[in-house]
């Protein structure tokens, strides 16, 4: 029997990466986002961070409206569950968050934290947002997870996409097994399951075998090949633009 196709979640943090390194509007990543469901991008991800490094607070609105589901990846702070309950995204994602990362680096300490996350979880599935929680295949933190009743986990692959990069087949297969046993167990605790950090053409490739996960986000490698994928064809047009300026002085 074939499978249900895989979701694919856009993230399009690092559209607003380059745009903020000059302070203005371009490029946009609504922009990127509209491109991103034209191409069939099932949703869209945004993470917005508390210190608004990329995605800001009007983006967050901008993208709310667009046609396809929005996934609003948040730290589990009184800021960010604000912002959520007014904007009401399709998803929240709650990722851990350390000003001095550069990026999500490990999974969420939901079994640690159960305490603090039952209400903040609660509040949100109260409010009708699909809650997901981005942790490590760890047993404990999927049992965490069930145990908060959030509809669904996002499985942290970055330290098996590293793996991968590196070339480490040791660790890479040990990353595998453990992604592997973990979606198993998470799906038979009824839990839906996505994954996503550092996934590449062939990791993406490889990971959609497994039957139980329903939806990748996927940014970074995105935004990079875009950038392989567009720069000739936008120096093109660069070279067109000169060149015709040029000709209507001559
Ligand atoms: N999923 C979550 C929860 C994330 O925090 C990120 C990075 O913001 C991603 C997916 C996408 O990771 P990458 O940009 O490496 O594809």
Not at 92 to 121: K, N, S
Not at 125 to 140: K, Q, T
Not at 163 to 172: N, Q, V
């Amino acid at each position: 029997m074939a499978l249900r196709q895989l979701r694919l979640g856009v993230n399009i943090d690092h559209v607003a990466t380059v745009r903020n390194a000059r302070g203005g509007a371009h490029p946009d990543p609504v922009t990127a986002a509209k491109l991103a469901i034209e191409a069939g991008a099932d949703g869209i991800t945004a993470h917005l961070r508390e210190d608004r490094r990329h995605i800001r607070d009007e983006d967050i609105s901008r993208l709310r409206a667009l046609s396809r589901p929005l996934n609003l990846e948040m730290a589990a702070t009184g800021e960010m569950q604000a912002i959520a309950l007014k904007t009401r995204p399709h998803a929240v994602c709650i990722v851990p968050e350390r000003r001095e990362e550069r990026t999500t680096e490990g999974g969420l300490d939901a079994a640690g934290q159960m305490t603090a996350l039952a209400p903040f979880v609660a509040k949100l599935n109260d409010a009708g947002i699909r809650v997901s929680l981005f942790i490590a295949a760890e047993a404990s933190q999927i049992e965490a997870a069930a145990k908060l009743r959030a509809p669904v986990i996002e499985i942290h692959t970055g330290g098996w996409c590293e793996a991968l990069a590196h070339g480490d087949s040791a660790a890479s297969d040990r990353e595998w097994r453990r992604i592997v046993a973990g979606t198993q167990q998470a799906a038979s605790l009824g839990l839906e399951v996505h994954a996503g950090h550092g996934l590449t053409y062939e990791s993406a490739e490889a990971i959609a075998a497994l039957p139980q996960i329903a939806e990748l986000n996927i940014g970074h490698f995105l935004i990079g090949e875009a950038i392989s994928g567009g720069l000739a064809a936008a120096i093109k047009t660069m070279r067109a633009a000169m060149d015709r300026g040029r000709a209507k002085a001559s």
